[in-house]
């Protein structure tokens, strides 16, 4: 099976025979190849087979967040030459509704003298690619600032593919739950896996926590893709020695120990992993980088000996996001132990300046984490006439539990330096701006 999900399954020739009447279907309306076609789809079948279908025509799939406002959506469909919010299988207008119609003129063209130069030259469309031709266009998080988009190639999905299957294994009866979002790189990479590998996606639509539940341990699951707060509300729901899984992968932002050795005990096996959307999901798994993947460190003014930025080079990232020495700066913060593994830090625009000394707010809130009674905590730095930058927290506790700002002050004392101690911490009810991905909203924070 290709495909599972909610409304119905794909075998590999359902897919492909959808695909195929989907790329003509692109065809008829005028889609031609490396012209952009945006796919606002909640994940499942209609979006597989959409995605899928842009890959046989050669046009390239611009993954759309449902949940956008009409602003942010109109800035991610801008320059499709067409907007599909209909399955293609079935009745479809493909008009860009959203998007004028002088816009829709000025993005065909953007392309037409591109498209001109190649008419000639352009074979039948579906059966091979140029790895470096553009395959999808994914938008970042924006965690920090606006997202961006960001152009992967066929080789990058491919080689990302080849690395994450030499770091997990592969098992040709794989069954990888996605409940990520299929806007996102790391919900994306398991559709486009799956297909490369020949096996099972099984996809849901958002994360439900009985749902996936039920997936890992009645539906024979072997991977599963996590973030730090759906691996926890998993574990409160009594996940625990699920009969098939062989690894959940944790990702999306910073993972409390604490978190991971609460799966470890009740049987779930987690690998930790880091990646991000310019270097096609995964750079490191477990700690070591992928096989195709470079990671050195860069040391920041300021920072401590052996610390800095992390650095990635290699087939999975986006050309376009290479500097000219071909390392793509991530902009993240960590470091590597003496076997090479990567622990990451923090984000190097969140860094809090206080009293001359950095201080990575990852690294507080993990801190804080660690305490029993702490469900999450945000660490920013607040303007402060004595220190420049004080470092500041916001706390969400446990139900029923009271805890007070000095006692959290003291934990963290014996754990960190003296100037990274939070000088203050308000407390707050309601969880803490995310994104999808499981990633915190800083921003919104400040």
């Not at 599909?84 to 079935?90: C, D, F, K, V």
């Not at 469309?125 to 920090?144: F, K, M, N, Q």
């Not at 992968?249 to 604490?258: F, K, M, Q």
Request: charged share 25%.
């Amino acid at each position: 099976m290709a495909i599972e999900a909610p409304e119905g399954n794909r075998s590999y020739g359902e897919l492909y025979a959808a695909a195929r009447a989907g790329a003509d279907a692109l065809a008829e309306r005028g889609v031609a190849q490396r012209e952009r076609v945006a796919l606002a789809l909640p994940p499942g079948l209609a979006f597989a087979e959409a995605f899928h279908a842009c890959l046989l025509r050669g046009a390239v799939a611009v993954p759309v967040d449902l949940r956008l406002a009409t602003a942010e959506r109109a800035r991610v469909c801008a320059g499709a030459a067409l907007l599909i919010e209909e399955p293609l299988a079935g009745p479809w207008s493909g008009a860009l509704s959203d998007i004028s119609s002088a816009e829709r003129a000025s993005a065909r063209g953007a392309s037409a003298g591109k498209v001109e130069e190649e008419e000639e030259e352009e074979e039948e469309p579906g059966e091979r690619h140029d790895l470096d031709a553009v395959a999808a266009v994914i938008y970042t998080s924006g965690t920090s600032s606006e997202p961006k988009p960001v152009e992967l190639t066929y080789g990058n999905f491919l080689w990302s593919a080849f690395g994450s299957a030499v770091a997990l294994g592969l098992d040709p009866k794989e069954r990888w739950l996605c409940a990520l979002p299929v806007s996102h790189v790391g919900g994306l990479s398991i559709v486009v896996r799956s297909a490369v590998y020949a096996t099972t996606a099984v996809v849901h639509e958002r994360f439900d926590t009985d749902r996936v539940l039920d997936g890992l341990m009645a539906q024979n699951v072997t991977l599963v893709s996590l973030v730090a707060t759906t691996l926890a509300r998993l574990l409160d729901a009594g996940l625990a020695r699920p009969p098939a899984l062989r690894c959940a992968l944790t990702g999306g932002g910073p993972v409390p120990e604490g978190l991971i050795e609460r799966a470890r005990e009740a049987g779930v096996p987690v690998g930790a992993t880091y990646g991000l959307t310019e270097a096609c999901s995964q750079v490191t798994t477990g700690g070591p980088p992928l096989f195709c993947t470079r990671v050195r460190i860069q040391e920041v003014p300021g920072g401590e000996p052996g610390a800095g930025e992390i650095m990635v080079s290699g087939p999975t990232v986006a050309p376009a996001s290479r500097s000219l020495d071909g390392w793509l700066r991530t902009g993240d913060l960590g470091t590597l132990d003496e076997h090479g593994h990567l622990r990451v830090t923090g984000r190097l625009a969140d860094t809090i300046v206080s009293g001359g000394e950095n201080v990575a707010p990852a690294e507080v809130e993990a801190a804080l984490e660690s305490h029993p009674g702490v469900l999450e905590a945000a660490v920013l730095g607040r303007q402060d006439p004595d220190w420049g930058e004080a470092v500041a927290a916001i706390v969400v506790v446990r139900p029923d539990v009271e805890i007070s700002a000095d006692a959290l002050r003291a934990h963290c004392a014996a754990k960190l330096a003296r100037y990274k101690v939070p000088k203050r911490i308000d407390f707050r009810a309601t969880p803490l701006p995310r994104t999808r991905s499981g990633k915190l909203l800083r921003r919104e924070l400040l």
